[in-house]
């Protein structure tokens, strides 16, 4: 009897061991498979970037100069400028998943190329998600503005404001959302608005009319907690509006 349950035990001890191996085996295969899928999309983006970069410099003998572009990462992209804003000649030059160090590499044939009248740029989020120190952002988009001031003349500059996140919109926000925090989107706000009154620069505080009443980006107005929903592209239209009016053109 002793030795039928002495055999019991080994063989559950061997069985636990069996099974303790290949839940540790599928682990790594599970983690194994979503770094290489990180990988994969880390590349596409990259990639994504250089094309449509490329694509809008061949376009720009298309363009007509002295119009008006928005410059940024895919909260510019995504923004319907073009129906928001049928008849001001505007361009949209965003890149989703684009950086401030992207936008300084491509600004010159991506923008000043094409010689605008008014820039509005909206860029940064995507350095905080990249664990980018707030100083190095601050410092490229000043170096950003100042490029297009001192190359383009006589062009009008619009900063807005980083726009909240909300990383309790839905369940996964906080997989979108990552490092951006408020807090930190606010002190880049407030350090580049200082910027903007010092060099003369038209700054728009769009962050303040985005917000709950817990100062993140309202459900209503976002897709995930991160990117902005056509409610809420309707609420920063409104606000832009009356910095787009002067001559009305058709393209």
């Known amino acids: 009897m002793t030795d039928r349950l002495l055999n019991h035990l080994f063989l559950a001890t061997s069985l636990e061991k069996f099974l303790f191996f290949l839940f540790i085996l599928l682990l790594v295969f599970i983690s194994g498979f979503f770094l290489m899928l990180l990988a ?21 003998h298309c363009v007509t100069e002295g119009q008006i ?12 400028t073009a ?13 989703a998943s684009d950086t401030t160090r ?7 044939d991506n923008v000043i190329a ?7 740029l909206q860029i940064g989020t995507n350095d905080l998600g990249a664990k980018i120190p707030i100083s190095r952002i601050v410092a490229n988009i ?6 297009m001031k001192e190359s383009i003349p006589n062009v009008q500059l619009y900063l807005l404001s980083l726009y909240p996140v ?21 002190r880049i706000n407030v350090e580049l608005e200082a910027f903007c009154i010092e060099n003369n620069i038209k700054y ?8 709950d009443e817990k100062g993140r980006l309202k459900k209503e107005f976002t897709v995930e907690g991160l990117h902005v929903s056509y409610d809420g592209y309707k609420v920063i239209s409104e606000i832009l509006e009356p910095y787009l009016k002067g001559v009305c053109q058709k393209f």
């Open 102 to 108: 992207g936008v300084l590499d491509r600004l010159h």
């Open 166 to 186: 909300n990383a309790f919109a839905v369940i996964f926000s906080a997989f979108f959302v990552r490092n951006r925090r408020n807090k930190d989107l606010q």
């Open 114 to 120: 094409i010689k605008p009248r008014k820039v509005f």
């Open 40 to 60: 994969y999309i880390s590349k596409y983006l990259k990639i994504s970037i250089l094309q449509k970069s490329k694509q809008y410099s061949e376009l720009n």
């Open 83 to 95: 129906e928001f804003f049928p008849c001001f000649g505007v361009y949209n030059r965003g890149i």
């Open 69 to 80: 572009v928005f410059l940024g990462d895919s909260l510019t992209e995504f923004f319907k």
């Open 204 to 211: 728009i505080n769009v962050f303040d009319r985005l917000t």
């Open 142 to 147: 000043k170096e950003i503005l100042t490029r």
